[in-house]
């Protein structure tokens, strides 16, 4: 089991920069692939970025590459989200999530998930 907790949301202005964490812990979460999600009020949850355990290659939806970075640190069993150059249409639940060797753009496709974390960017 891995278990998974985000932080780091909030409100804040077009334009304005956030950055979101999330812990991992349990059996050997260092070797998993770690993703973020988000979902917003009657959408499905959309795949916006991914980084795997073994070559720690990155991979981004087309609506946040270059404005977002995923990225993790080992020693502190947590993946983060850089957000830069937030839109009023990133706003949304983010969702960090973990899986096996492989990554998925499909939410169904992964094991563990966190509780969510609100981001809300003010026109």
């Known amino acids: 089991q891995v278990q998974l907790v985000e932080s780091g949301g909030g409100l804040v202005r077009t334009g304005d920069s956030l950055r979101l964490s999330c812990a991992a812990s349990?059996?050997?979460?260092?070797?998993?692939?770690m993703g973020w999600f988000r979902q917003a009020p009657g959408k499905e949850r959309e795949f916006i970025a991914a980084i795997t355990s073994t070559s720690g290659s990155r991979y981004y939806a087309d609506s946040v590459k270059g404005r977002f970075t995923i990225s993790r640190d080992s020693a502190k069993n947590t993946a983060y989200l850089q957000m830069n150059s937030l839109k009023p249409e990133d706003t949304a639940v983010y969702y960090c999530?973990?899986?096996?060797?492989?990554?998925?753009?499909?939410?169904?496709?992964?094991?563990?998930w966190g509780q969510g974390t609100q981001v809300t960017v003010s026109s």
């Open positions: 349990g059996r050997t979460s260092n070797s998993y692939a």
């Open positions: 999530a973990a899986n096996g060797v492989f990554w998925t753009r499909i939410a169904s496709g992964w094991n563990y």
